[in-house]
T-cell receptor, first 114, second 112 residues
Framework: DGGITQSPKYLFRKEGQNVTLSCEQNLNHDAMYWYRQDPGQGLRLIYYSQIVNDFQKGDIAEGYSVSREKKESFPLTVTSAQKNPTAFYLC?????????????FGDGTRLSIL | KNQVEQSPQSLIILEGKNCTLQCNYTVSPFSNLRWYKQDTGRGPVSLTIMTFSENTKSNGRYTATLDADTKQSSLHITASQLSDSASYICVVRNSSASKIIFGSGTRLSIRP
């Protein structure tokens, strides 16, 4: 089945540690996105990529980094510079060129501080 | 400022009853409005999309309406089922910035 796979489902970070969240899609979508979801707030865009080897900062990029070496993969690293990383992280993808197409979401990674 | 406001924040209803969720937005220029359903611990799934010229659109027991003049949308759920328990998120696209703005969602709980 085509879809987006995020792993791990749960992740714990120690002080000063960088952690990487995985996002893989087999939908042949060009665009991929990372969002952060906090209780009582709308999804906030961290980074997005419209094409391989290119990505752009979203609204809350500080303390995060990404790479897009393959079309299928868009990993997110939460660095030690992100002082409040506890949240639910969602990865999404979308086919190029059609604004009415929905974003397809993975099932998220919940990150907590140890 | 581009904003999407949803109400109520949470709602509890009995199984079999109907309910209506509201979405008000100030996004301009408007491109489209989408409703997503998000089950606990899962990613959002698209229910329906409304463009400027559409007033009503149905997807099974879900009916979305759009009033582009007042910048309001509603999602009506008919004959609710336990599986309807989820968060419902309204998302509006700004056509000039090619940006989407998420509401904070309505948490719906269906009680047997």
């Amino acid at each position: 089945d085509g879809g987006i796979t995020q792993s791990p489902k749960y992740l714990f970070r120690k002080e000063g540690q960088n952690v990487t969240l995985s996002c893989e899609q087999n939908l042949n979508h060009d665009a991929m996105y990372w969002y952060r979801q906090d209780p009582g707030q709308g999804l906030r865009l961290i980074y997005y990529s419209q094409i391989v080897n290119d990505f752009q900062k979203g609204d809350i990029a500080e303390g995060y980094s990404v790479s897009r070496e393959k079309k299928e993969s868009f990993p997110l690293t939460v660095t030690s510079a992100q002082k409040n990383p506890t949240a639910f992280y969602l990865c999404a993808s979308k086919g190029a060129g059609y604004s009415n197409q929905p974003q397809h979401f993975g099932d998220g990674t919940r990150l907590s501080i140890l | 400022k581009n904003q999407v406001e949803q109400s109520p924040q949470s709602l509890i209803i009995l199984e079999g009853k109907n309910c209506t969720l509201q979405c008000n937005y100030t996004v301009s220029p408007f491109s489209n409005l989408r409703w997503y359903k998000q089950d606990t611990g899962r990613g959002p799934v698209s229910l329906t999309i409304m463009t400027f010229s559409e007033n009503t659109k149905s997807n099974g027991r879900y009916t979305a309406t759009l009033d582009a003049d007042t910048k309001q949308s509603s999602l009506h759920i008919t004959a609710s089922q336990l599986s309807d328990s989820a968060s419902y998120i309204c998302v509006v696209r700004n056509s000039s910035a090619s940006k989407i703005i998420f509401g904070s969602g309505t948490r719906l709980s269906i009680r047997p």
